[in-house]
């Protein structure tokens, strides 16, 4: 929603969205940072949404963050997204990763077509593997199951980086490769 240029200028979303964003966390935040109070439970603002990070709670911690999360009748109409070990609070439902991933294309006038690589792991990046696998792109899970029909699968980041390599035509690196090319180099 928020992207920084080349040239150093700054895009922002509209007006609009920026007020009902910040209408929207002066109502919410409050109540949502007093999660941060419950044991192992972590929170990471991200301004247009808001992780809380029970990666280190008990289950009866997460047992509570669930049951407020549920209960609180402004945070029902929240979408959540769940991953591993986090639950994603969409300040706007109109806001998601997909909406980011459009208005990207929008500001570089890309015509994304053919063209788009998306990678995730949880619900919030389900929307946007679905548009740019739509888009006849290339989308990975990052993770044990796929997110969406049609992602790729990949076990952790180092897995990943090598799909996109290959997608792109780059040779996978050899240690002993890089150790054969530096050797050649010094004895120049």
Known sequence: MEWQMPDGKRRLAGRDLQEKLNQ????????????????????EDKKWSIAIHVRKASMES?????????????????RKFRGPDVIE?????EVDKAYGVRRLCDILDFEPEGRLIYS????????????????????????KTPLVRGSRVV?????????????????????????AERVQYESL
């Not at 997460?62 to 929240?78: A, C, M, S």
């Open 89 to 93: 609070l969409q300040l706007l439902s």
């Open 120 to 143: 995730g792991d949880d619900e919030n990046d389900a929307m946007a593997m679905q548009w740019v696998l739509h888009l006849k792109g290339k989308a990975f899970t990052v993770g």
């Open 155 to 179: 076990n952790d980041p180092s897995a990943l980086a090598r799909e996109v390599r290959k997608l792109v035509g780059m040779r996978e690196s050899n240690p002993d490769d890089e150790r």
């Open 62 to 78: 997460r047992t509570f963050v669930h049951l407020l999360l549920e209960d609180w009748k402004p945070l029902r109409r929240i």
């Open 24 to 43: 929207r966390r002066k109502t919410l935040l409050p109540k949502i940072r007093s999660m941060e109070t419950i044991p192992g439970v972590e929170m």
